[in-house]
């Protein structure tokens, strides 16, 4: 099964325009997609994934040339981690949020709704907070909170009471359990929906799990510093509140010259061809 397929790889190559020599941060590496891509034209890269399967894989599909260096790290730490390996003056810098096929397929990994496993969803396992925790722990009204605001959830009330009363016979301990609570709420209220009743719960809690949002919001300043005038910061978001903290920070931050009045998404083609893309947002800026 393939790894992950690289979203709006042709957009990105664009604006980031590799030349050879040049030094590029992929702050979110993942199956090393729009790595190849940039390697391929010469130019150097620092690969960054807290997910160590990520970096493994990486080692062992890609040629690691001496111009791909690999970091396991947190985009939050940015600025150190590009100074520890020598990046600190860059050309290019992408994100690319969210987490790859290759998490969200692996039952293991505990993210997917589709296939049981265990209610883990964490990127690094070496965090210590799991979906299972928050799930079976949280106080009711916590849990409401956390469906509503990180996944826009409109039975999050609903959602936090029945995990609840679930809760109490058994500790809920698979994606697969969950799943079917969320789902006979919505059976109950008979609304159907195109997407699966369990994709924004699932969201919510691998934001809370990963913090997804505070590191973006941690990390989307130290590209100011790292980046050369003239250099490029590409994002690609998947949902809307990752895409208002980068539209945000591009609107409030003096040292960039934003490149997309609009945010780019897929085309047809690449909608089809991988679903998944379907709600990619890219934007980028240039430093001034
Ligand atoms: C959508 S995938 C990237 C795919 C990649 N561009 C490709 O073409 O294969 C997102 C990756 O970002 C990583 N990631 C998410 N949040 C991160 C963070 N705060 N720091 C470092 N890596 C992160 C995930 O582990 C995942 O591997």
Known sequence: ??????????????FIDPKPGDLIIDATIGGGGHTEEILKKGAKVLGI????????????????AENLRLAKGNFSDLGQ????????KVDGIIFDLGVSSHQLDEPSRGFSFRRDGPLDMRMDPSL???AKDIINNFPERKLDEIFKTYGQEKFSRAIAHAACISRQIKPVETTGE???IIREVYVKRHVREKIDPATRTFQALRIVVNSELLNLEESLPQTEELLKIGGRLVIISFHS???GIVKRFFKQSRSFMVLTKKPIGPQDE?????PRSRSAKLRAAEKV
């Not at 807290?50 to 062992?60: F, Q, S, W």
């Not at 690449?270 to 991988?274: D, K, T, V």
């Open 81 to 88: 981690i590009a100074r520890e390996n020598g990046f600190d």
């Open 49 to 64: 994934d807290r997910d160590p399967d990520a970096i493994e894989h990486i080692k062992r599909e890609l040629e690691i």
């Open 178 to 180: 969950l799943a079917e």
């Open 1 to 14: 099964m393939i790894y992950h397929a690289p979203v709006l790889l042709h957009a990105c190559l664009d």
């Open 241 to 243: 509140l990752e895409d």
């Open 128 to 130: 210590t907070l799991r």
């Open 270 to 274: 690449e909608m089809r061809a991988n």
